[in-house]
């Protein structure tokens, strides 16, 4: 039994390694790991799952590639450490003049180029919008700044003198916000050194020009609870640290910040950042027209608020009495009084002492808070000065790039939110952050799937085929009416009773029971609800939940600074006839929650971004501990399902990501239908094709027909599953092409088999081309050739002929000297002849003979002697002309002898292409020629058979005299 227990569990081992490697092999097969990083695009990874995303990014991230687009959306991966070149002016420049900016690689500067070429375009929605989102540390306010950048760079292109005056007036003041909103509204965090602590939307408004005309900026949800309150850790808003450690010696003494001193809201003072620039802050502040006393009056404020901080209260010892002060906090009382322009004892008042209001007279009573009121009430002060003044700066902010509205024609907006939160503890700050998140998605997923579920369907195709979850029911539950949690949240302040968390959580539960997105933690203790959110289930805390929303500001507190002789105070808290009564109305006065403003504010936002054509750059922190090249892939992949990008890309992959107009489609790929063969379809298609075309627009309808069929027979030839896709309607059959009404849609492997086949096309296209043209250029060729080669035949008959003619004539010169001297000789000859004859005859007994001249004599004897000399002539005729006097002599001497010596002569070159002579005593004298080079030299001008060049001529002329 063992034994068969084992051998099962070999089985099934072999079994799972053989699954595991096949799997392996599908992978391999399906995506080459090692180009992944070359998909600019998630949704083209193949397949695409989560975990081939994941490897992508990975994979990109370690090659320095930290923009990937996925879908309509771009994924930004946090370096953690600058990247030369990255974001230069020059980078910038190649964006914004590249033809097509989307086929460059993928970055923010492509979507920023692409929007700005959107309202360039004019095609509605004019307007833009970019919405940058994720985690804390992953990198939105950077992406913003860098996109502001580039705005500003554009923008500064324009080339009217008055117009750059304005543009880098409003560029430089829209840049200079950035230090000024992060001075205030960034602090250190656990997660990131430079964390915003609030959210914006940044206008950027354009002129008809499309030049920067102007700006506003709009903040929400500033975490004021950091002025009195800091995480382990972490730390105040960097302004605090700047004015302690930047602040002159005289500025110490003004704003009595003494070096060294301890203040218990600026812990891990000793940290120091590159955030902690005082310098930076005030130029840029002076930049936004804030002027150097109303600075000097911020920071006076500012560490007002660090000595208020330094305030302690004790128990009292009679508990109808104040709380005391702890001796060594008196004097930071005093200061901060001091500083606050507020006397000391109405703002100790309003620190210790609660006025309430009751019965029908409205009489007015007081009582001593108890410690803990005290301390809340300190930190509600300064919570509420802080928050005051940050919304005051943004005001002057906004003053200093405002323009008339009727100056611009068109924005750009930068929405930098805060990423979707998730703690071990969550409370009202998590809701509405996560409210806003879930906000935004519903507006991607109103855009994104929305939109194209609307043009399938527009286009008759079925939208069954993509299952995805709308979170209307997730915002229901937090924001719907009547019954939602922030209406009972509401309902809960309204009602001003003290808050009862178990109660509350009872009452939440049984409201909304039937929101399948509802549910609640059991086994904690704590009151508390869970909501399912489209990015994972939060838990959210009940316990302050209802202060936190009522966000109470105690009048006596406000009354005390709006009593302050403060310009600044008086300007954050202006006295108004409701202000004044406040205090005895404050318990009628319809409270208006944190929740409900933060819902008033973000359902503007949402108009706004609603009537904006959306792009989402979706930043993603690679590791939380901020180290540079450290990808971790879970805590990607949490962050990719928290910003709707799993969704997204199993979207794209699913549906038709390539929509083409018809129009568009065949003027493309007409050249696939003209390739193919011929065929009674095509002719019939074409007909109505070209008819449609003649017709022009009269024929809307019958046009799209007309095109429709073109289409269909284009894809026939190229795709083979079309025909499902177009029998059905929808995506049945798994074709990944549909035709519609005015769009073909088709998935991207139908786009690349077109492409493919275009490309094909066009090869076979230009390689006939190709033949075309050599065939032209080859015959026209060979005409030149043989054009130049007659010519060149005539030329060099020309020049035989000429050769042959002078050698001739030179011929019958020695021909004729020769002949004269024969004859000479013979007669000399004869003459000695004669004389020995009449010698002999002079005998006694002799006959008499009388001399004759050599002609007169018997023929055939002279003849002799001429052959016996002919020789000579030839030597002497072939003798080198060039050699002269006595060595010409000698040649011809030994060419004689040679010729007396042996019966035949020596071969021997004498130039003029004769390389020897043979004389033949007897019978006839050969002539070599070395064949000459040139082609035609050889050819005799003459065809007749008697023409026999050179010596050969003389020869037989001379073997004519000869005896046969
Ligand atoms: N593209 C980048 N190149 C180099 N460093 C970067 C880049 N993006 C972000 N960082 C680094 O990451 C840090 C965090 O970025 P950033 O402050 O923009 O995050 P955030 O998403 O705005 O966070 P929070 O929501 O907390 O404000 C930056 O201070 C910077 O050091």
Not at 74 to 87: D, E, G, K, T
Not at 251 to 279: I, K, Q, T, V
Not at 723 to 747: D, I, L, P, W
């Amino acid at each position: 039994m063992p034994k068969q227990e084992n051998g099962q569990k070999e089985d099934s081992i072999i079994q799972n390694d053989l699954s595991e490697s096949f799997e392996e092999e599908v992978r391999a097969f399906l995506s080459d790991e090692e180009k992944l990083h070359l998909f600019d695009d998630l949704t083209k990874v193949n397949p695409v799952t989560t975990t081939t995303v994941l490897k992508c990014l990975q994979a990109r991230y370690t090659v320095n590639l930290f923009y990937t687009n996925a879908g309509c959306s771009l994924v930004a991966l946090n370096p953690f450490q600058p990247i030369s070149c990255l974001y230069s002016p020059e980078l910038m420049r190649e964006y914004h003049v590249a033809l097509r900016p989307q086929d460059l690689k993928p970055h923010i500067f492509a979507v920023a180029e692409q929007t700005y070429r959107n309202v360039q375009s004019q095609l509605d929605p004019v307007n833009q919008s970019i919405i940058v989102s994720g985690e804390s540390g992953a990198g939105k306010t950077w992406t913003s700044r860098c996109l502001m950048k580039f705005y500003a760079s554009v923008a500064a292109s324009v080339i009217s003198p008055k117009g750059n005056e304005t543009v880098e007036r409003i560029e430089k003041r829209v840049l200079d916000s950035n230090p000024v909103m992060e001075a205030f509204g960034n602090a250190c965090t656990l997660r990131n050194n430079n964390s915003s602590r609030f959210g914006k939307y940044i206008q950027l408004q354009l002129d008809r020009f499309h030049h920067l005309s102007s700006a506003s900026i709009q903040t929400f949800l500033l975490e004021k609870t950091r002025v009195a309150y800091q995480a382990p850790n972490e730390r105040n808003f960097h302004i605090f640290y700047q004015i302690t450690k930047g602040a002159t010696a005289e500025e110490r003494l003004e704003w009595n910040l003494p070096e060294g001193a301890d203040y218990r809201w600026l812990p891990n003072s000793e940290r120091n950042l590159d955030e902690d620039c005082f310098e930076v802050t005030r130029d840029a502040m002076f930049h936004l027209g804030i002027d150097c006393s109303t600075q000097n009056n911020i920071f006076k404020v500012l560490s007002g608020l660090l000595h208020l901080g330094n305030v302690q209260f004790s128990n009292p010892v009679d508990e109808s009495q104040p709380c005391e002060l702890e001796d060594k906090t008196k004097d930071f009382v005093k200061t901060a009084g001091d500083l606050l322009k507020i006397p000391v004892e109405e703002l100790l008042e309003s620190l210790r002492i609660r006025t309430i209001t009751a019965g029908k007279q409205q009489q007015v009573f007081k009582k001593p808070c108890s410690r803990a009121e005290c301390e809340t009430r300190r930190d509600c002060l300064a919570k509420v000065i802080y928050a005051r003044l940050f919304e005051w700066l943004v005001l002057v902010i906004n003053e200093s790039i405002y323009a008339d509205p009727s100056v611009w024609t068109s924005f750009i907006g930068l929405l930098d939110v805060y990423g979707f939160e998730a703690f071990p503890e969550n409370n009202l700050e998590q809701l509405c952050i996560n409210y806003a998140n879930e906000k935004l998605q519903q507006h991607f997923v109103a855009h994104y799937l929305k939109a194209q579920q609307e043009e399938y369907a527009a286009e008759g195709l079925q939208w069954s085929f993509i299952n995805y979850q709308d979170n209307q029911n997730c915002l229901d539950l937090i924001e719907g009416s009547p019954l939602s949690i922030f209406s009972l949240l509401n309902e809960e302040c309204r009602l001003n009773r003290s808050s009862n968390t178990d109660l509350f959580q009872t009452r939440i539960e049984k409201a909304l029971s039937n929101n399948q997105c509802l549910s609640r933690n059991k086994f904690s203790k704590k009151p508390n609800f869970i909501i399912s959110h489209y990015a994972g289930k939060v838990c959210y805390q009940l316990a302050a939940m209802v202060e936190k929303n009522k966000d109470p500001i105690p009048p006596e507190l406000v009354h005390v600074l709006q009593n302050s002789k403060d310009p600044l105070l008086q300007k954050l808290f202006p006295m108004t006839e409701r202000n004044q009564n406040s205090i005895k109305t404050q318990n009628r006065a319809a409270v208006v929650t944190v929740v409900s403003k933060f819902k008033g504010s973000l359902e503007h936002l949402m108009q706004i971004l609603n009537s904006t054509t959306p792009h989402y750059i979706r930043c993603i922190k690679p590791n939380a501990d901020c180290k540079a090249m450290t990808f971790k892939r879970e805590e990607v992949l949490s962050q990719l399902q928290a910003c709707g990008i799993v969704e997204a890309i199993t979207i794209s992959a699913a549906g038709f990501p390539i929509r083409i107009p018809f129009q568009s489609f065949t003027e493309r790929y007409e050249i696939l239908r003209k390739s193919r063969g011929p065929n009674k379809n095509r002719v019939c298609d074409k007909s109505s094709y070209h008819t449609a075309e003649k017709k022009g627009e009269t024929l809307v309808a019958g046009d799209d027909k007309a095109s429709r069929s073109v289409v269909s027979e284009i894809l026939q030839n190229v795709v083979t599953e079309q025909t499902t896709a177009e029998q059905t309607g929808n995506r049945a059959g798994n074709a990944s092409v549909y035709c519609g009404k005015t769009k073909v849609f088709m998935g991207n492997s139908v786009l690349e088999q077109l492409e493919a086949r275009r490309a094909e096309v066009l090869n076979e296209k230009a390689f006939c081309i190709q033949c075309c043209w050599r065939k032209f250029k080859q015959k026209k060729l060979v005409k030149e050739r043989w054009s130049a080669t007659v010519i060149q035949a005539a030329i060099r008959s020309w020049l035989a002929k000429n050769r042959f003619q002078r050698m001739r004539r030179a011929a019958n010169v020695i021909k004729h000297s020769w002949r004269k001297w024969k004859a000479k000789m013979a007669a000399l000859a004869a003459a000695e002849l004669d004389e020995g004859d009449e010698k002999a005859f002079l005998v006694p007994g002799a006959p008499v003979i009388s001399a004759k001249p050599p002609c007169s004599l018997d023929t055939s004897w002279p003849l002799h002697a001429i052959i016996q000399f002919w020789p000579l002539g030839l030597v002497l005729a072939a003798a080198p002309v060039t050699v002269r006097g006595l060595r010409r002599d000698l040649s011809l001497l030994a060419s004689l002898r040679v010729r007396q010596g042996s019966d035949c002569c020596r071969v021997e070159s004498f130039g003029c292409g004769i390389t020897s002579i043979r004389a033949l005593p007897q019978g006839s004298i050969k002539f070599h020629c070395k064949k000459s080079p040139l082609h035609y030299a050889n050819v005799s001008p003459h065809t007749d058979a008697c023409s026999v060049t050179g010596f050969n001529q003389i020869l037989l002329d001379r073997k004519k005299l000869l005896p046969t």
